[in-house]
């Protein structure tokens, strides 16, 4: 059998064929009807590199530690429908009070990097660093990752952290030992820690499919271990296309994701997590020119909502983030009307063994944001 056939029997499972029958305006207009018959029982939010199709029917938007932040305040939803991707949900329901009820549209709204590291070939990689350098390492993890690894962190005394905190989390992590494993993103690892004025090579890499470390320095410089697990949609940000954009455009700014390569970071004008971003372009002179490199829904996003600027992506080729584009309007208007029917479905739960420790990493993380 095809991968393209298991994909049909799994989204027929998922989502009925009657979906595809209906006019954008007939599901926006659903959806509209649901929202206002729940009022405050519903809560929907959503991530800025959602479709403009889903956010537009979003409670609060926000980056990752925004939305993280509205869900531990999180008022008396009964349900709520979250446009993010399977890790932002799994938060929200950890940060959430236990009779509310998370639900992800649609389940197959993962993240390629929360699935570079699991807890297996973590507790693996812990052993090794163990036996070379003891008791000196604070783990750390990028909210970017499953609550099973949010768990182990919080098990071991360290935190999450999401790009708009990295730089003081990381401060904070060397407060309490003196070497930091920094999982699953090594890119935005590297950048923060090199903005704290660690070198590169102070910096060993884990690579967990290998089991095996890269680096050729002397282990006991290590300061910062990197989890070799990056994302697929920063990565293909790259030097060449600041090249020829400062060939061609010269004038024209480059703001990057810390999620990009560390050349690319260090290449560009601007880095920052999402909500720096979208402030520093708010903010930008009227006529200022921008090259930004993140998630395309964001870019096009920020292009229609400052008219006044020219915003275009680094690289000219760009794709979306494909799983954050799972959720779309049909598989939003189906979660809504099974409630109204009422039935939860895509229920994310994170069992209590599991959030008990990650729960203690979220609270350090924001505690400190
Ligand atoms: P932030 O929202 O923390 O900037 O993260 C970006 C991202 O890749 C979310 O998946
Ligand atoms: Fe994951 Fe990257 Fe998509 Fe964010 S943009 S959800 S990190 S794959």
Known sequence: MEVLDLLEIESEVTLPKRYSTLSVKEMEVRVQEIKSKFGDRLFIPGHHYQKDEVIQFADARGDSLKLAQICSQMP????????????????????????QKVILPDLRAGCSMADMADIDQT???????????????????YVNSTAAIK???????????????????????????????????????????????????QMAIWAPLEGTFEYDGNFEDVKVILWKGHCSVHEKFNLKHIENLRKQEPETKVLVHPECTYEVVQASDFNGSTSFIIDTIKHAESGSRWAIGTEMNLVNRLADENPDKQIISLNPFMCPCLTMNRIDLPHLLWSLEKLEEGEVVNQIKVPEEVSEYAILALNRMLERS
């Not at 890790?87 to 329901?93: G, K, V």
């Not at 992590?173 to 003196?178: D, P, S």
């Not at 070497?179 to 923060?192: A, E, K, M, S, V």
């Open 76 to 99: 008396d939803a009964e349900f709520i429908v979250f446009c993010g991707v399977h890790f932002m949900a799994e938060t929200a329901d950890m940060l959430t009070k236990p009779d």
């Open 151 to 201: 768990g182990f962190v919080g098990k071991h005394g360290g935190a999450t952290v999401t790009s708009s905190n990295a730089k003081k989390m990381l401060q904070w992590a060397f407060t309490q030992k003196e070497r930091i494993l920094f999982l699953p993103d090594q890119h935005l690892g590297r950048n923060t820690a090199f903005d704290l004025g660690i070198p590169l090579d």
């Open 123 to 141: 507790e693996i990689g812990w052993e090794k660093m163990q036996e070379i350098w003891g008791d000196t390492i604070l783990p750390l993890t």
